[in-house]
């Protein structure tokens, strides 16, 4: 069996025969060559928590500063805060150092090669998604609007500094938002966290690799947002002034920079051989598929890659699954999870209560805390099931007998906690303590680990385009697994724990 497990044959099967369905995605992955190419490997290099504040100036941020030659920065919601303020600094830092490059560098540092930024996102405001572009082009931001509309550097000192910056927003009407968010420097490292700039206090994760997997994603990158790139172009690394720019990335100072701490703030380095990974994009949908009518079925969610996988995981769990979402609205995940409970299989599930109430009821026309009580429920009803005794005939008699050896499978112990901030924390009123849970993570049988975008809500299922990633690695899940422990000590209520002895 290969390294990936008993998960891809499944997963491939599953994609290949819903390929005519996703012939129109962004982006499309066709054919077993498309779902191939999703295959890779990479070196996770570290797992953090915090806030989005704490994770972009401790470790977004810096490694902007570094860059050498390029920078891609996606993420989805665009919004006034202390990380906007702190993105802007390192930019204008970044500006400087190149300019005094230029002068000091003698007459070669007059021809220095431009550092590409890309910044692409999603939402900014409701009057500017209701009136998007509906072209899959996106919308371009004239270097005018930087600074006022979006609180960035004047481009004058951009340009100063020998930056090429471009800023790009995608979004779909009803509700298509791009979800992905992740930052990529020089195409050598790559960072998916699941912060957005914005100022929410919020518990959030983020993963650092390098390796192949980094490729991949520009490969995602080029095909959503700048369909002309060349990734095959090697002048980036290539040119005559790389010893130039080696110097400049590495005399770069964080100095001045803002570093924004958190109480939640954890980081574990992690050290190892390559991971087999795979990348899991998810394409938006316009249709969100509603059903109005209480007794229609609900719908079947779109086979994207990252829906496909999350569904096999939770199918294929032998012993534990382990689950972090902000919200838990998706039908298609809860009655997965009842069938793994049903097989015996341990779940855990942290959640957030009362989080963007009103996205939820808009998108999914339900609320986490509902569709928990429904799991709940159903729950409670498998487990009395299993706790009666069986009856069955003697074949020499009429009279039922009790089947002692009936070999039932054991249902799975299940345990739900909804996070909060650390009451202590909250008490002194600690700046950056987060009040809500922004992780998306999943953990099965203690070696499969997905991080992104992806949420176990409705709107990642149907509408919104994702992106997460898989590693398959047992020493890189206890590590994140791990530091989420340490992360929610003090952070969780526990609303429902059971540990039925099945009879």
């Known amino acids: 069996m290969g390294p990936l497990g008993a998960l891809i044959d499944p997963w491939k ?16 992955y066709q054919g077993n060559s498309g779902v191939e190419s999703l295959i890779t490997s990479s070196n996770p290099q570290s797992f953090e928590l915090g806030t989005g504040a704490s994770i972009y100036t401790n470790s977004l941020l810096p490694a902007i500063l570094k860059a050498r030659f390029e920078v891609i920065l996606v993420t989805c919601f665009w919004a006034s805060s202390a990380t906007l303020t702190a993105l802007k600094e390192t930019l204008e830092q970044l500006a400087e150092q ?15 090669p ?3 930024i890309r910044i692409c996102f999603s939402s900014r405001s409701l009057f500017q998604k209701l009136f998007h572009t509906t072209s899959r082009n996106g919308y371009v931001y004239p270097s ?25 927003s995608l979004f779909f009407l009803p509700f298509s938002v791009m979800h992905p968010k992740f930052l990529v420097v020089d195409r050598e490292r790559a960072w998916l966290p699941s912060c957005n700039i914005s100022w929410e206090s919020w518990l959030e994760g983020c993963v650092e690799f390098t390796g192949d997997a980094v490729q991949k994603l520009m490969t995602f990158y080029r095909d959503v947002w700048e369909q002309e790139l060349d990734l095959q172009h090697s002048s980036l690394r290539d040119n ?36 087999p990974t795979v990348l899991l994009p998810s394409s938006h949908h316009q249709n969100p598929r509603f059903r109005p009518l209480p007794w229609l079925d609900h719908p079947v969610p779109p086979s994207t890659p990252l829906n496909a996988a999350i569904l096999r995981l939770i199918g294929m769990a032998e012993r534990s699954i382990y689950m972090q979402t902000p919200n838990l609205t998706s039908t298609a995940v809860m009655n997965s999870l009842l069938d793994a409970l049903e097989r015996g299989v341990q779940v855990s599930i942290v959640t957030s209560k009362g989080m963007m109430l009103l996205e939820q009821i808009v998108t999914s026309g339900t609320t986490t805390a509902l569709c928990l009580r429904s799991l709940v429920r159903q729950y409670n009803r498998l487990s009395d099931s299993r706790a009666k005794p069986r009856s069955i005939t003697s074949a020499s008699s009429a009279e039922p007998m009790i089947d002692l050896e009936a070999g039932r499978q054991r249902i799975g112990p299940l345990k739900i906690s909804y996070f909060h901030a650390n009451p202590e924390n909250a008490r002194t009123k600690a700046t950056e303590e987060p009040v809500h849970s922004h992780l998306k993570l999943t953990i099965v049988d203690s070696q499969y680990t997905v991080l992104g975008s992806g949420n176990m809500d409705r709107a990642s299922w149907f509408t919104s385009q994702e992106l997460g990633m898989l590693f398959h ?15 929610l000590a003090g952070r969780t209520r526990t609303i429902f724990d059971a540990r039925p002895n099945n009879g």
Request: aromatic residues 4%; charged residues 20%.
């Open 240 to 275: 005559v002034f790389h010893s130039i720019l080696t110097l400049q990335a590495g005399g770069a100072t964080t100095l001045g920079l803002r570093t924004i701490q958190s109480p939640a703030r954890h980081f574990a380095s992690f050290e190892g051989p390559a991971v």
């Open 473 to 487: 690695s047992a020493d890189f899940a206890k590590t994140v697994s791990d530091t989420v422990v340490t992360g």
């Open 98 to 112: 190149r300019r005094q490059l230029v002068q000091g560098g003698g007459p070669d540092a007059s021809t220095l």
């Open 13 to 28: 099967l599953a994609l290949h025969e819903s390929s005519e369905e996703r012939r129109n995605e962004l982006p499309a």
């Open 114 to 116: 431009q550092l590409r």
């Open 144 to 168: 005018e609007t930087w600074e006022g509309t979006l609180g960035l550097p004047s481009p004058d000192l951009l340009k100063a500094g020998c930056i090429d910056l471009q800023v790009k």
